[in-house]
């Protein structure tokens, strides 16, 4: 069983940056695949990033690949989303979730999820 926490959301003009924390508990974080899903309203929950129990492969979504970057530390069992040049099209309620599966980008295949930070980007 993993519990994840989010933090770090909050309201930022357009080009502006952010940084998501997920704190996680759970004996096995270390050897799980975290990744960041976002949901804005009226829209289906979507990929945005994921990375390696080891911090070693990452993955993104199209959109997002050059301006967010996941990263973890295993020491404070912690994942972190750095979002620069923001857009109102990020808005979204952001979600770290985990999973013992390697990378997956489906929603489906993350069992652990946070209850999510919601991220406003103005224009």
């Known amino acids: 069983q993993v519990h994840l926490v989010e933090s770090g959301g909050g309201l930022v003009q357009a080009g502006g940056s952010l940084r998501l924390s997920c704190a996680a508990s759970g004996r096995t974080f270390r050897s799980y695949t975290m990744g960041w899903f976002r949901q804005a309203p009226g829209k289906e929950r979507e990929f945005v990033a994921a990375?390696?129990?080891?911090?070693?492969?990452?993955q993104y979504a199209e959109s997002e690949k050059g301006r967010f970057t996941i990263s973890r530390d295993n020491a404070k069992n912690t994942v972190y989303l750095q979002m620069n040049s923001l857009k109102p099209e990020d808005t979204a309620v952001y979600y770290c979730a985990s999973t013992a599966v390697v990378l997956p980008t489906s929603a489906q295949r993350y069992p652990y999820w946070g209850q999510g930070t919601q991220v406003t980007v103005s224009s």
């Open positions: 990375i390696t129990w080891s911090g070693g492969i990452t």
